[in-house]
Every structure is written in structure tokens, then in C-alpha cells.
């Protein structure tokens, strides 16, 4: 899904003035507004999930930045769930999750890098540096568009939460091209195929 421009004039409120009999109510009754709570119930399971694939990255990793910046989001993740149930709270809605078939996609490829990579090696941090930032992107575009969303559907505060966790995520993605262009991709690029 693409960002969304916030502009106000694409809410199709009905006013005690309009003749349109296919516009709506309340906010709540928009078609829109049930995109908004379906796509927070997919990044609601897919941050749950992520929780426990990270461990599993932290683990699997060599370099001890890369087990420290994974360690630190996965810190961050918890927290992004705890936040998924403000935004839910503030809108009035239940907190419940759909499965992201998306995220279980990019886990299990991350789950495959390990199987396919030498322990102990930096080609292995390579992968799941590769592995960590496509989930980071699906969250950054994810929250992009969640967080556009609640400022044209008139969510303030979900908007501030969803915003927060963006630039988290944000600055995940580029801690991880941090590490990997400061020394894992290079370092990882003398090791032997096996
Ligand atoms: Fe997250
Ligand atoms: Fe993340």
C-alpha cells in the first residue's frame, strides 16, 4: 500500500447539508476507518511475532554490535505492541490481531538464513542483516501509511503513538546499513564458501 496524502477533503462526512445518499455518518462507519483497524490488526500480530524472530536473529548473530542492536529493538518491538494496544484503546476498539501472511513470509526467510549460513560466520550476520531490514521496511511502510491514516480519519493521539514507532523503525534500517557497510559486509566478504 502507498502513503496516503493527509487531506482532509478526501473524508467523505456526511453534513447536514449533503444530498449524497453514499456517504457516511461517523467516521467510524468509513470504509476507510475499517482499512485503518484491519491494517493495525495485521502490524498488532506481525509485531507480536517479531518479537520472538528477533531472538532468534540475536542469537543466530556473530558480531557483538549486531547482537546489541537487535537486543535493543527487540526492546523497542515489545514496545511497539504495547503501543498497537494505545492506538486500539484510543480509538475505541478492541485489541486483536489478524495473521500478517507478509511478516510470517519475511520470518520465515530470515528462519531459512540460518539454516543456510555457517555459525560463527559474518556472511550469516550479512543475511540477517538483509533478513531484519526487509521486515523493518514492511514496518516503516506499514506505519507510514497507519500513521497518515489516523490524521485523516481525526485519531491524534493513535497518529502520535503510530509516528513514535515509525521513527524507531526508522532508525533500525539505518543502525543496520551501519553495521553492515562498517565492517560485516567487507569483513564477510573474505570468508570461503563451504
Ligand atoms: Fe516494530
Ligand atoms: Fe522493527
Known amino acids: 500500500m502507498g502513503y496516503l496524502y493527509n487531506n482532509?477533503?478526501?473524508?467523505?462526512?456526511?453534513?447536514?447539508?449533503?444530498?449524497?445518499?453514499?456517504?457516511?455518518?461517523?467516521?467510524e462507519d468509513s470504509a476507510l476507518n475499517e482499512l485503518f483497524v484491519d491494517e493495525l490488526k495485521d502490524i498488532y500480530w506481525a509485531e507480536k511475532h517479531l518479537t520472538k524472530a528477533l531472538a532468534k536473529m540475536q542469537k543466530g548473530a556473530t558480531s557483538e554490535e549486531l547482537k546489541t542492536a537487535i537486543g535493543n529493538h527487540i526492546t523497542e518491538t515489545e514496545n511497539h505492541v504495547s503501543r498497537l494496544e494505545q492506538v486500539f484503546e484510543s480509538i475505541g476498539e478492541k485489541a486483536a490481531a489478524i495473521k500478517c501472511e507478509a511478516m510470517e513470509g519475511l520470518i520465515k526467510e530470515g528462519e531459512s538464513i540460518l539454516e543456510e549460513t555457517e555459525k560463527g560466520s559474518l556472511t550469516r550476520d550479512v543475511g540477517i542483516i538483509s533478513a531484519a531490514q526487509k521486515a523493518e521496511h514492511y514496518e516503516i511502510a506499514t506505519y507510514g501509511t497507519l500513521r497518515t491514516l489516523a490524521g485523516v480519519l481525526g485519531y491524534t493521539e493513535a497518529a502520535e503513538l503510530l509516528e513514535a514507532t515509525l521513527e524507531?523503525?526508522?532508525?533500525?534500517?539505518?543502525?543496520?546499513?551501519?553495521?553492515?557497510?562498517?565492517?560485516?559486509?567487507?569483513?564477510?566478504?573474505?570468508?570461503?564458501k563451504e
Not at 482532509?8 to 467516521?27: D, F, G, L, P, Y
Not at 532508525?171 to 564477510?188: F, H
Request: hydrophobic residues 25%; negative net charge; aromatic residues 0%.
Open 8 to 27: 482532509k477533503e478526501n473524508i467523505t462526512m456526511k453534513s447536514t447539508t449533503s444530498k449524497s445518499a453514499s456517504q457516511v455518518e461517523t467516521i
Open 168 to 192: 524507531e523503525e526508522k532508525k533500525t534500517d539505518e543502525l543496520l546499513t551501519q553495521i553492515a557497510e562498517g565492517s560485516v559486509n567487507s569483513q564477510a566478504a573474505s570468508e570461503p
